[in-house]
């Protein structure tokens, strides 16, 4: 059994036939959900679950980036990974994967996540607890190396003259 840091592993899902676009594959915007439904889980590990959402605070999504590298078939079941990059009192930014069973990498994800106190809604510092829990999970995500495609920005690349 090897000690190496691994990044969070979602359960297996399955890509659900009303998924399917007109192209016959997953359409974009279920790639979301199957990430956002596998970082679900990981916030089980970190303290963010439901029941934290019943104390008035949260976790609201400010930006997130998907590359979309192969498709997905209705039926084809995958999982996703979540490795923390980094995090501060209020935010942190992770990193997921999307793989298909068979061992192929279906899509990415990089994403800024804010922790809200929801009386305001604002942006508010998390408690030591889930504090604690973010920082020992980036200690050991810290030994992985970082995803090539993180931090990538979006745009037409050119040429110059």
Same mark, same amino acid.
């Given at each position: 059994m090897s000690d190496a840091p691994v990044p969070f592993r979602s359960d297996e899902m399955t890509v659900l036939p009303e998924w399917i676009d007109f192209n016959g594959h997953l359409n974009m915007a279920y790639y979301n959900v199957l990430f956002d439904q596998g970082v679900d889980q990981a916030y089980g590990e970190i303290g963010l679950g439901p029941a934290?959402?019943?104390? #008035?605070?949260?976790?609201?999504v400010a930006e997130f980036h998907v590359c979309y590298l192969r498709e997905l078939h209705e039926g084809d079941r995958v999982y996703t990974t979540f490795q923390l =990059? +980094? &995090? +501060?009192?209020?935010?942190f930014h992770s990193f997921q994967e999307l793989w298909h069973v068979d #061992?192929? =990498? *279906?899509?990415t994800a990089e994403? =800024?996540?804010?922790h809200v106190d929801q009386s305001g809604p604002r942006v508010a510092p998390m408690p030591d607890h889930i504090l604690t829990r973010? +920082? *020992?999970?980036?200690?050991? &995500?810290?030994? =992985? %190396?970082? %995803?090539?495609?993180? #931090?990538r920005s979006i745009g037409i690349r050119r040429k110059s003259a």
């Open positions: 934290y959402q019943r104390t #008035g605070c949260t976790t609201y =990059l +980094d &995090h +501060d009192e209020k935010r #061992g192929w =990498l *279906a899509a994403g =800024l996540t804010l973010l +920082d *020992a999970m980036r200690q050991n &995500h810290a030994k =992985l %190396p970082k %995803p090539a495609q993180a #931090g």
